[in-house]
């Protein structure tokens, strides 16, 4: 069966593999654990959950960052070399906008203009976005928040050195490399990379953290992912998805 084939598949049947309520997203710089919310965005949640089930996330690439404003991966992974390959994707998920983009949330990543375009790409809220997040484009879905103190794991990647790698990581964070090595053509590895080694199911309870208590979108009419498409900020960024190609030359990296 076709390797696409096959995670459409896995997709159609997510809620049979697993309902979740808490993975653990293994980093290059820590664990992040994150409370999905099943109930809230049960569509988002069985999306994300038939990426992680069929190993996609497994040596993905957090592939931008932009200070206070989202830390993002889910699209390309690393198989030890360049240019990154672009995870296989399913059927877009229906937009679930009914949770707000505040600090400490997880949204998925969308085309620009395209409400409905979601696949494999999420990010991290590092600021309270709500006011352009919860209404660009139909709203973002916020799928779940993160625990503990996970959140100290996201802003030492957003506080690292970004770099212009070119096609969807023109603001890519890199480890120990500097402006020295990339004015010096020193190639980029897996050293410099924040890598996810995995995302794990570490709870498969249908229910939520009794600490959290998500915030609503009062911004947009819930009414199963409609609202307009909104022109403002920031936000239009969030449309990096697999359908661009990315291409990375270590030996031309430009400090973002």
Do not use: C
Request: glycine share 12%; no cysteine.
């Amino acid at each position: 069966m076709p390797k696409a084939l096959l995670l459409g598949v896995m997709l159609s049947s997510t809620s049979y593999l697993s309902q979740a309520t808490v993975v653990e997203i293994r980093t290059s710089l820590g664990i992040v654990q994150v409370n999905l919310f099943d109930n809230t965005t049960p569509q988002t949640v069985a999306n994300f959950l038939g990426y992680v089930n069929s190993g996609a996330y497994a040596n993905n690439v957090v592939h931008r960052v932009e200070p206070n404003f989202v830390v993002q991966a889910g699209g390309f992974s690393y198989s030890g070399d360049f240019p990154l390959d672009n995870v296989a994707t399913g059927t877009p998920v229906q937009n679930e906008p009914k949770l707000s983009n505040v600090r400490g949330t997880i949204a998925m990543a969308k085309q620009g203009g395209n409400i409905n375009s979601a696949t494999s790409q999420w990010f991290f809220n590092l600021s309270n976005n709500s006011a352009n997040l919860d209404v660009q484009n139909g709203g973002f879905t916020v799928f779940g928040q993160v625990l503990g103190d996970g959140m100290q794991v996201v802003d030492a990647i957003a506080a690292l050195d970004r770099f212009n790698l070119g096609g969807a990581a023109t603001s890519m964070p890199l480890r120990n490399y500097t402006a020295t090595d990339a004015a010096n053509n020193i190639d980029v590895t897996d050293d410099n990379l924040v890598i996810i080694s995995d995302v794990v199911v570490v709870d498969a309870a249908v229910s939520t953290h009794p600490e959290i208590v998500p915030v609503n979108n009062t911004r947009i009419n819930n009414n199963g992912g409609g609202g307009s498409s909104s022109s403002g900020g920031g936000g239009g960024a969030m449309g990096w998805l697999s359908l661009i190609v990315l291409l990375l030359v270590g030996r031309k990296v430009r400090r973002a």
